[in-house]
């Protein structure tokens, strides 16, 4: 009697490894679909993509990865596990490059990832950042808003732009618009700030900036080397308050304890831009961030929830994955 199911082929007089290993050819080395295997052997799209992890699962196809180290791509599974992330990018060991140039390159991929058309973008600020216009390439992602996350500041030590460089700079490269905060990052006190925002133009700006579909960002240490301090927006003294607080870093100018949660300073009052809450609500919010004075700052942000998708280096990857990590503050 003739057989006419579907799946038919896997009652045909061939030993059940032979049908295995034609499946695996027609889909590894001739490179069909599934769709096409089953068309031409006469079994279900379901079938043959069942067939072909029984392959897998029986070693008669075996995946092989041709690179030299295939550690970060384990270690991205390990972090998007224990933090709950969508996505970690860790950069190569590249010693041609600095820190800042690998993680920016890293970023740029990590951003087009994400990118769609008609999209509003979020850009923070950061050394890292800095970079990333260099790295990003237009693919058609035309009608895309570039917005600024926090007020104007001032990169030109050492050679470094404007925050609203990188915004400009991204925006032209899928001839998108940019929107700024009209307002500096900083103020002197908390009563300025209240003033600046209920400007009008301001307030526009920052709601732009809260629905962002994309928000990518870094994060600043709390110590001598963090790029506040060095541009002289932070004081010393205001330096020594956040340590006695134990900050371990900050998004945005807002610093935050190790639990990830912003703290009562008076620092903190000074910002104009998002807020804590407002980034971590954003669908997709890129951090770009390595480096071992960072380890802390980066760990306290993902204990927080305050980001979504890591970019980062090896040793800080290996550092969050640390199990004693978690104890350490």
Not at 4 to 27: Q, V
Request: a neutral charge.
């Amino acid at each position: 009697m003739k057989n006419n199911s579907k799946d038919g082929f896997l009652n045909a007089g061939n030993s059940r490894k032979e049908h295995l290993l034609r499946i695996a050819w027609l889909y590894y080395f001739e490179q069909l679909t599934q769709a096409e295997i089953g068309e031409r052997l006469g079994l279900s799209r379901v079938t043959v993509n069942r067939l072909l992890k029984e392959a897998r699962d029986s070693k008669l196809v075996e995946i092989k990865l041709n690179a030299d180290d295939i550690t970060p791509f384990e270690l991205s599974q390990k972090l998007v596990t224990k933090y709950n992330l969508k996505e970690v990018f860790i950069s190569p060991n590249d010693q041609a490059e600095d820190s800042f140039t690998s993680l920016a390159r890293m970023g740029a991929l990590a951003f087009r990832q994400y990118l769609k058309p008609n999209m509003t973008v979020g850009v923070g600020f950061g050394r890292s950042l800095v970079h990333l216009p260099d790295f990003f390439e237009s693919d058609d992602k035309g009608s895309c808003r570039f917005t600024s996350l926090i007020g104007g500041l001032d990169f030109s030590l050492g050679g470094r732009n404007h925050n609203f460089d990188i915004l400009s700079r991204l925006a032209q490269k899928v001839n998108g618009q940019a929107v700024y905060i009209p307002a500096p990052i900083f103020v002197s006190n908390a009563a300025t700030r209240d003033i600046f925002i209920q400007d009008p133009s301001v307030q526009r700006s920052l709601q732009i900036a809260a629905a962002s579909d994309i928000i990518i960002l870094s994060t600043g240490e709390v110590g001598p080397s963090s790029l506040l301090y060095q541009l002289g927006v932070m004081t010393g003294s205001e330096l020594q308050e956040l340590r006695n607080l134990k900050a371990c870093g900050d998004l945005l100018g807002h610093f935050f304890g190790h639990d990830g949660k912003e703290l009562d300073t008076e620092f903190n009052r000074r910002v104009i831009g998002l807020s804590l809450q407002q980034v971590a609500k954003a669908p997709v919010s890129i951090l770009v961030a390595g480096g071992e004075e960072k380890h802390k700052a980066i760990q306290a942000a993902l204990r927080g929830s305050l980001i979504n998708v890591l970019v980062t280096d090896t040793a800080t990857a290996q550092f969050l994955l640390d199990e004693d990590c978690l104890n350490k503050e």
